[in-house]
C-alpha cells in the first residue's frame, strides 16, 4: 500500500489535537474553548495547532467533519446589493443544501435538532459567530443584530425543516428560485422592520 | 382499587381499536387510512369506532397522543380580519406552546425530525389536512393553497426549531407579542403574494 507523504508520527499528533479540540469544544462551547487551551491538553505549541488547522473557526469545521465553511459562504451571500441580501441569502443556502456538500450539511443540522451538543455548537457558531456578525454589517443599529439574526434563522431554519426534513410538497422539489423569490423578501423585512 | 365506571370489555375492545388504528395510519398513512378499514380490522363495527372516537381525524390524536387538537385550533386563529391572520396564527402558536400542552406538541415535532413515520403524519395531517384547508379560505386561488400554505409551514416550523429545539436567544426568551408582530406579517405575504 502506498503511504502518504505525511509522516505517521505528524499524523498522530493530527489526530490527538482533533481529540482534544472535540472534547474541549463539547465541555466549554465555541466561544469559551482557546486554540491555547487545547494545545496546552494535546500537549504540543498553539503554532502547531494553528499550524495544521488555521483559524479555531476551521479547526472546529474540521472537527465538526463540515463540508463546507458557513464562515466563508454567509459573508459572501450577504455582500452585494443590500435590497437583495434576503434573496441572495436564500440562493444560496438552496444551492448548498442541494448540492452533494448539502447531505452532510443537513445531518448536522438534524444531529442538532436531538443532540444538545451538537445545538449548542450549532446556536453558538453558524448562529452567534457568522450569522450574526454578517447581519450587523447590514442593519442600522448594530444592538439589533441578535434580535434580526434570530428571526432570520428562524426562517432558514424552517426552511431546511420542511423541505428536506419534513420533505413537504410542493416546497420539497419546488424551483429554488421561486422559493428565494417567495422566501427572500421575508428575510428583507427581518433586517429592515422597525422592532416596535 | 378503584376501578373506572368503564366496563373492562369496552376497554379492550377500544385499545384494541388504536392498535389496529396505530398500525394502519403507519401503514397508509393519514390519508388512505379508513374508519372502516379500521373497524374491519378490529373486527368491530365502524359505528362503533366513531362511537369511541368521533371522525378519523379525532382518532388520529388519539393514537399521537395529542394534547392539542389543530383541527380546532387553526381555524379558530386564522378566522376573524383576513389581514390580521398572520399575526393572529403566530400568537396563537405561541400560546399553545408556550402552555403545559405545548411540551407534547413539542415532543411530537421532535419525534418527526428523527422518525420517517412521524414525519409523514405531521406533513399529511398537520400541514396538508388542516393547515392547507384554513389557508384555502384565506387566498383568492384554492389551486395555490399546497405552496402558500407549505410556506406557512416554514416559517412555523422554523420559529419552533429555534425557539424551542435550538433554544436560539433572543427569540427562545422574547415576548410572544414581539415575535407575532415581526413574523406574522411574513405569514401574510405567504398568503397574498403573487406567486410568479
Known amino acids: 500500500m502506498k503511504r502518504s507523504g505525511r509522516r ?3 499524523q498522530d499528533t493530527r489526530t490527538s489535537i482533533l481529540e482534544v479540540a472535540r472534547r474541549t469544544f463539547a465541555e466549554k462551547g465555541f466561544d469559551k474553548a482557546s486554540i491555547r487551551a487545547i494545545a496546552g491538553d494535546a500537549g ?3 503554532a502547531l ?3 495544521y488547522f488555521g483559524t479555531k473557526e476551521k479547526l472546529f469545521l474540521e ?4 463540508p463546507i465553511n458557513p ?3 454567509i459573508p459572501q451571500a450577504l455582500a452585494g446589493p443590500r435590497e437583495e441580501a434576503g434573496i441572495r441569502l436564500i440562493r444560496m443556502a438552496l444551492s448548498v443544501w ?3 456538500a448539502g447531505t452532510a450539511a443537513l445531518a448536522m443540522f438534524r444531529s442538532a435538532l436531538s443532540n444538545e451538543w451538537t445545538a449548542r455548537l450549532l446556536r453558538e457558531f453558524v448562529v452567534t459567530q457568522i450569522l450574526r456578525r454578517a447581519v450587523r454589517e447590514l442593519i442600522v443599529d448594530p444592538e439589533e443584530a441578535p434580535l434580526r439574526s434570530a428571526l432570520v434563522a428562524t426562517q432558514i431554519a424552517g426552511l431546511m ?3 428536506y426534513v419534513l420533505r413537504l410538497e410542493p416546497v420539497a422539489s419546488a424551483d429554488p428560485e421561486l422559493l428565494a423569490t417567495m422566501i427572500g423578501p421575508n428575510i428583507q423585512r427581518f433586517l429592515d422592520e422597525p422592532l416596535d
Not at 472537527?63 to 463540515?66: E, G, L, S
Open 161 to 163: 425543516v420542511v423541505r
Open 98 to 100: 442541494d448540492s452533494p
Open 44 to 46: 504540543v505549541d498553539p
Open 49 to 51: 495547532v494553528h499550524h
Open 63 to 66: 472537527v465538526m467533519n463540515a
Open 8 to 10: 505517521p508520527g505528524n
Open 71 to 73: 464562515g466563508e459562504l
